[in-house]
């Protein structure tokens, strides 16, 4: 006895259809006449989507059904289909490779946001609204170093690292005084002090504890010193 196991069968070419799908496809481009094949095709069309609901909710997708007939048949059903055959180069094509920045960031806390954000504002010439996006950026600035850091930070650190950052070209005014930042307890980084409120659960169990236990820290036996 010869048994036929998947891994001697041609390859799924979408696994989300099926086996009998692809093999009802395979029959139908073996059918000697149109006229045979595209009534079969419309049988195999209604039932790809009875067996993908969730294409409905895909604008147009009866044409997308379409194109997978197409593509499951490897491209050679002979149909007349309501929608153009895709093209077989497209489906191989491959994207172009992203092209990610090969920059380093100097204060990885800020980010690469807070570099860019510095050099818009070093190309602004109205003083008065430089200062206001130098304001804004300082207090970005604050907000990430907390968000990334357990401690507060100072206004002065804000304030040098700008200074730093922009090469000296923006300073933010003495008078100015940035908004208090706290520390987030949910921050990457920060730790649960002991008797805070998300170590509620474990007072609570070890409350329960000692309610069980007599005066000599033994569980209380309510058997009333009985032996069963």
């Not at 997978?68 to 153009?84: A, E, N």
């Not at 093209?87 to 860019?116: C, N, S, W």
């Not at 504002?121 to 996006?133: I, Y």
Request: glycine share 6%; hydrophobic share 30%.
């Amino acid at each position: 006895m010869i048994f036929d196991y998947n891994t001697t069968r041609d390859k799924l070419i979408l696994a989300e259809y099926g086996r009998n799908v692809q093999n009802m496809v395979a029959y139908i481009c073996s059918l000697p006449t149109k006229e045979e094949r595209n009534r079969h095709a419309q049988v195999v069309i209604d039932l790809m989507g009875f067996l993908n609901p969730h294409l409905r909710d895909v604008t147009d997708f009866k044409h997308k059904l379409w194109d997978h007939l197409h593509i499951i048949s490897d491209f050679k059903i002979d149909v007349d289909s309501p929608y153009p055959q895709p093209a077989e180069e497209a489906m191989h094509k491959r994207p172009d490779p992203l092209g990610y920045p090969q920059r380093p960031i100097r204060f990885k806390h800020y980010g690469k946001t807070v570099e860019m954000m510095i050099k818009r504002a070093k190309a602004v010439d109205e003083p008065q609204r430089r200062q206001l996006m130098v304001q804004n950026i300082a207090s970005f600035m604050k907000v990430a170093y907390v968000t990334w850091n357990k401690d507060t930070v100072a206004d002065e650190t804000i304030v040098n690292d700008l200074r730093e950052l922009s090469n000296g070209e923006l300073i933010l005014d003495e008078n100015y005084t940035l908004a208090k930042v706290e520390v987030r307890t949910n921050a990457p980084g920060v730790r649960q002090k002991p008797g805070s409120s998300n170590s509620g659960g474990s007072n609570m169990n070890k409350g329960r504890m000692s309610m069980n236990k007599g005066n000599n820290g033994r569980p209380k036996n309510n058997n009333n010193g009985k032996r069963k």
